[in-house]
């Protein structure tokens, strides 16, 4: 069993930046793809970023709202995933989740849902204007 915590959100205004922690129980964090899922009000649950290994090399995902603006990274002696998100944007308002999968995820999969095993309880991130 995988335990998620995110922290880090709160509220910035428009233009400004945070960075988001997950912090994930477990020996073999190394080996798990994690990913970062937004859900605004009324809406579904998107894919943000997604941080995953095979063998030495290190691939990420984004969605392309964020490209450019958001950074996926993670410190495998910490068991920690962070999302530093720059340049936000009102339409960035949502409670972010993160989530695991105890395997490596190719593109396609990494962007579902279904994929990831174990969830955060969210953190919730507004952005004023």
């Known amino acids: 069993q995988v335990q998620l915590v995110e922290s880090g959100g709160g509220l910035v205004q428009v233009g400004g930046s945070l960075r988001l922690s997950c912090a994930a129980s477990g020996r073999t964090f190394s080996t798990y793809a994690m990913g970062w899922f937004r859900q605004g009000s009324g809406k579904e649950r998107d894919f943000v970023a997604a941080?995953?290994?095979?063998?030495?090399?290190?691939?990420?995902y984004y969605a392309d709202s964020v490209k450019g603006r958001f950074t996926i990274s993670r410190d495998n002696a910490k068991n920690t995933v962070y999302l530093q998100m720059n340049s936000l944007k009102p339409e960035d308002t949502a409670v972010y989740y993160c989530?695991?999968?105890?395997?490596?995820?190719?593109?396609?999969?990494?962007?579902?849902?279904?994929?990831?095993?174990?969830w955060g309880q969210g953190t919730q991130v507004t952005v004023s204007s």
């Open positions: 941080i995953t290994s095979s063998g030495s090399a290190t691939v990420t």
């Open positions: 989530a695991a999968a105890a395997t490596y995820l190719p593109y396609g999969p990494a962007l579902a849902r279904v994929a990831y095993n174990y």
